[in-house]
């Protein structure tokens, strides 16, 4: 199935755990540190250097592109390190993360209260995964090196629906 970015909740509503789909449009970025920093933000009553609503972030911190490449090695981080972070944007419209690995029953909650969407992407296919990327901008936060928040805009990359806006978890239906 091939969705194009924003990701709305009508795009969301037919997307069913267990659905391969391959995504194009902007995506963010943004790892640990950029979390962090958005969560000090918001506590601080500002407002965050990028509008989440309808918007998917992948974790992920890239390796420094070589000559001629876009972006280096791209591969998912785990997501569970985002986990006390996920349930915040997902309450201000965060649509759609991607990562790799379980989520807590806490930002499952906040999906389906959300409607939103959890994908899961390949780990230890970075390089494979950095060909689906056309174009990467560091937008925020470029003090953080490889855990700046980046805009991509991709093409085709592919994800698994992991969690859908319903909390079906096809780790709870395979594991």
């Keep these: ?20 789909v391959y995504i194009t449009g902007t995506i963010y970025t943004a790892r ?15 407002e965050l250097p990028i509008d989440v609503k309808d918007q998917i972030i992948y974790y992920m911190g890239p390796t420094p592109a070589k000559e001629g490449q876009v972006i280096g090695s791209a591969g998912p981080t ?15 419209g965060l649509s759609g993360m991607i990562g790799k690995g379980k ?11 959300n409607e939103a969407v959890y994908f899961a992407a390949v780990g230890g296919a970075g390089a494979l995964l950095s060909k689906c990327i056309k174009k990467s901008e560091v937008v925020a936060y470029e003090d953080l ?20 806006r ?5 780790y709870d239906e395979v594991c």
């Design 166 to 170: 319903n909390g079906n978890n096809l």
């Design 103 to 113: 989520r807590s029953q806490e930002v499952i909650d906040a999906i389906v209260l």
């Design 1 to 20: 199935m091939e969705i194009k970015t924003p990701l709305t909740k009508e795009k969301i509503q037919s997307l069913k755990s267990g659905d391969y």
């Design 78 to 92: 785990t997501a569970s390190r985002m986990d006390k972070y996920a349930p915040k944007l997902l309450n201000l």
């Design 32 to 46: 640990d540190a950029a979390h962090k920093r958005m969560s000090e933000a918001l506590a601080a009553g500002e």
């Design 145 to 164: 090196g490889t855990e700046a928040i980046r805009k991509l805009e991709v093409e085709n990359f592919p994800a698994i629906v992991v969690i859908d």
